[in-house]
Nanobody, 126 residues
């Protein structure tokens, strides 16, 4: 059974940084592309960043490009999202997700991901 557990959220001022982690278990982590999404109150879940199983392919939403960095440590079954230069509009619950099929390409829509964590709250104060 696949489990994804996020951590690292919190309250930070504008311009600050946070490091989100997602610990995965249940199957061979390195075989699966991972993604980060976020959802603000009364808004749809939106794509943030994605990384292939090997880490060789990475893609970011335009809204976070240059400020956020996604990475993974396959030895530790962990995917990281480093959030820098945070803005109030980055406030949301952040979710990590894993694609269903092994060796899938990275994807940018929630419907392409089968497994989800419980989310971690990021709040950026102005």
């Amino acid at each position: 059974q696949v489990q994804l557990v996020e951590s690292g959220g919190g309250l930070v001022q504008t311009g600050g940084s946070l490091r989100l982690s997602c610990a995965a278990s249940g199957r061979t982590f390195s075989s699966y592309a991972m993604g980060w999404f976020r959802q603000a109150p009364e808004q749809e879940r939106e794509f943030v960043a994605a990384i292939s199983g090997s880490g060789g392919s990475i893609y970011y939403a335009d809204s976070v490009k240059g400020r956020f960095t996604i990475s993974r440590d396959n030895a530790k079954n962990t995917v990281i999202l480093q959030l820098n230069s945070l803005k109030p509009e980055d406030t949301a619950v952040y979710y990590c997700a894993q694609r269903r099929a092994a060796f899938s390409t990275i994807a940018t829509t929630p419907f392409d991901y089968h497994y989800w964590g419980q989310g971690t709250q990021v709040t950026v104060s102005s």
